[in-house]
């Protein structure tokens, strides 16, 4: 489930939906998390909400906290601006509950971690494997040991992800209780939403649609456009500045010959592949790709496009290069065997090694003969007939089999280090030995294996397709001619002009985004944008494969925004009112619809089936316009002036009005389903505290 998918699940400010489904796996099954908080030590305000300061460093801490968890999922330039978000919205709710005496008691903690419907992160840890049912007293012992290790990075971590950010969605869902629990519908509104719901009308009517005048017909100039905008206030104001620019782009993609280059190179390695009897000393010397996993995996575990191609090899035989992705690739069958779909064990691991978060590369912990003494005696008291789930919990250092006793149910290939899954998956159930894994020694008993298919040991070299330098500068080269000689906004149209490039508008650019729509993620452009004034040109600034110059072409500062940042909605509306006054003037003539529909060469229709509670008309689409005339008494069999709609110009006469109200039939199931309606509307209460929120925000000097 992505990001926003997530946020949204769990509320827009509760940042533990939208990260925390595999932090929780990570913070509590990785024995070797490090804690590792960046500082910045800046010790200045990075936001100000209704006058309570943010520091930097603590945002900066979540950052890395969070960036560091979801394990390079989520990118920083994602993650800030979520963090953010549930920050403000965290210190707003703290705010209200505060005036309003909310608050999360003791008991009522203990209740949602062990009640009746506990958070999913305490059902998804504390399901007991063999029944499938929520283990309560489990998590209640798991718990408890939490909050006696005060000191213990873990806790500190495990608070951050998920207690904390329950809290806080428990008080917002009592905020919002308050505000919801005040919903009424008195029975007079019910029968009037009730009766306006069941209104039918039918009308008899012309229509001119507003492409019946071509836009060459119609010029729409900026101070037309910035009266619109004043016009329609509240439909263009603006929380915040924004900026807009035209940019052209410069591309640096591979050409022709980079891959062929590539190419080449891999049909020289080739042969090289297909001698080597080390593969993984080979790949790592050679491959770009992927790290070699010299371990069998099962074939509907290999999402290879061209698998079924490389299932055919035989050991030893290569195949390639062909394109995967944006790489060239060889492969080569290394061998085949019949395999397990699935397998059941059970280990205890004696670790020797701990990856380290902010490097990801893996650090001894333990020394090889420290590591076997240690597993030798968890083996020897295994051998004495003591329980495995009691050795498992004396010896193990991984805490995701801990509290199961040590098993892994049902995985399939391809998930575990290569040792470990060869051995689940070549030997035969029964059978325990100790296996080395790059994070130590695991004694492992095979408990079962179901079903059969083959599994492949598959060697990839890869290179990737890239630019070659003299790509890269020859697009760099062209940026910046382009670049230096177009310093005035004339000039970098003239330019666009002469060379035939492409001028691109962009849609509303903030300050603190990371990303602008079209040209990609950059938030070195962004500042530069906001450095600089309408009309200048920045340099060349290398956005994916691409170079970009860009010239600022708008400033819409906070309140009304202005005609460039929303040019292409008001061009459209201001050119539409500009044609309906054509229409009426040219086609709209008549006393009759029969004389009018004569005089703008359509036909007079009928529309039998208005409904009220709907803006979409059939054959029309949405044109609230008509329905309200529809069902204006005073249009009833006379003639309405010409109006102006959202796609055309229509007149209109109303046939008459039919429908009955049916409150008394089912009337308390309407009501409470119209409260529903009302109180969804209503739990928007943190959209309307942000809102009404005095927010500074400082993310533009330190990002």
Do not use: C
Request: proline letters at 4%; glycine letters at 6%.
């Amino acid at each position: 489930m992505s990001l926003i998918q997530r946020i949204r699940e769990r509320a827009a400010w509760i940042i533990f939906g939208a990260i925390a489904v595999s932090l929780l796996a990570f913070i509590l099954q990785d024995y070797f998390f490090n804690k590792g908080h960046a500082s910045s030590g800046s010790g200045t305000t990075i936001a100000k909400i209704n006058g309570q300061s943010i520091d930097h460093e603590d945002f900066e801490q979540k950052v890395s906290f969070y960036e560091q968890m979801n394990n390079g999922q989520y990118s920083r330039s994602m993650l800030i601006p979520q963090i953010w978000d549930y920050m403000i919205n965290q210190a707003l709710i703290d705010q209200e509950s505060e005036k309003l005496g909310i608050a999360v008691t003791g008991n009522e903690k203990s209740d949602l971690l062990f009640g009746s419907n506990p958070p999913q992160f305490m059902q998804q840890f504390f399901t007991d494997p063999k029944t499938g049912l929520y283990d309560v007293n489990t998590a209640k012992k798991q718990i408890g040991e939490l909050k006696s290790r005060s000191n213990d990075a873990n806790v500190a971590n495990f608070q951050e992800a998920y207690i904390d950010p329950l809290i806080m969605q428990t008080k917002a869902q009592k905020y919002e209780s308050l505000i919801t629990g005040a919903v009424y519908t008195p029975k007079w509104m019910l029968e009037k939403m009730n009766a306006d719901a069941n209104s039918i009308a039918k009308a008899s009517y012309i229509y001119v649609p507003y492409s019946a005048v071509a836009d060459s017909a119609v010029k729409v100039s900026a101070d037309e456009m910035e009266a619109y905008i004043k016009k329609h206030p509240t439909q263009f104001e603006r929380d915040e500045e924004t900026r807009t620019i035209s940019y052209v782009s410069f591309n640096a993609n591979p050409s022709t010959a980079d891959s062929a280059a590539v190419r080449n190179q891999l049909n020289e390695l080739k042969p090289e592949l297909a001698a080597s009897k080390d593969e993984a000393a080979f790949l790592s010397t050679k491959s770009s790709g992927d790290s070699y996993y010299n371990g069998l995996i099962g074939g509907k575990q290999i999402k290879q496009p061209i698998k079924d191609t490389l299932f055919k090899l035989a050991p030893g035989q290569v195949y390639g290069p062909y394109i995967d992705g944006k790489n060239y690739a060889v492969a080569k069958m290394v061998s085949k065997q019949q395999i397990p779909d699935s397998a059941t064990v059970r280990h205890i691991l004696v670790a020797t090694h701990q990856q380290d978060q902010s490097s990801g590369t893996l650090m001894r912990v333990r020394d090889d003969s420290a590591a076997l003494k240690r597993l030798d005696s968890a083996i020897a008291l295994l051998k004495t007939g003591v329980p495995f789930d009691s050795v498992v919990a004396k010896y193990t250092d991984d805490p995701g089999s801990k509290t199961t006793g040590g098993r892994y149910e049902n995985f399939p290939s391809g998930q575990m280090d290569a040792n470990f899954n060869d051995f689940a998956f070549t030997g035969h159930v029964g059978e325990a030995k100790t296996v080395h894994t790059v994070f130590g020694y695991h004694y492992v008993e095979i408990l079962g294996q179901k079903g059969s298919e083959t599994g492949y040991k598959i060697a990839y070299l890869s290179k990737p397709i890239e630019a070659s330098s003299e790509t890269d500068n020859a697009a760099n080269n062209a940026a910046s001619q382009f670049a230096a000689s177009s310093r005035t906004p004339k000039a970098f149209q003239d330019n666009v002009k002469k060379d035939k490039l492409i001028a691109m508008p962009s849609q509303e650019i903030k300050e603190n985004d990371f990303t602008i729509v079209g040209p990609g993620e950059s938030r070195e452009l962004v500042k530069w944008i906001y450095d600089h004034k309408v009309g200048e040109v920045s340099d060349p600034v290398s956005i994916g494969n691409n170079y970009v110059v860009a010239m600022i072409t708008g400033i819409s500062r906070k309140g009304l925004a202005s005609p460039a940042a929303v040019q292409q909605v008001v061009e459209l509306a201001v050119r539409n009112e500009k044609k309906a006054q054509i229409i009426i003037a040219q086609k709209m003539k008549g006393s009759s619809l029969q004389e009018i529909a004569k005089s703008a060469g359509v036909e007079v229709k009928n529309a039998d089936s208005v409904s009220f509670s709907a803006f979409v008309v059939p054959a029309l689409g949405a044109e609230p316009k008509f329905v309200g005339a529809a069902f204006n008494k005073q249009l009833l069999n006379k003639i309405s002036a010409p109006v102006a709609g959202q796609m055309g110009v229509f007149a209109i006469s109303s046939g008459g009005v039919s429908g009955v109200s049916n409150a008394g039939q089912g009337a308390e199931a309407e009501k409470q389903q119209t409260e529903q309606m009302l109180k969804q509307q209503a739990s928007q209460a943190v959209t309307a505290l942000r809102k009404a929120a005095d927010v500074k925000d400082y993310r533009s000097k330190f990002y």
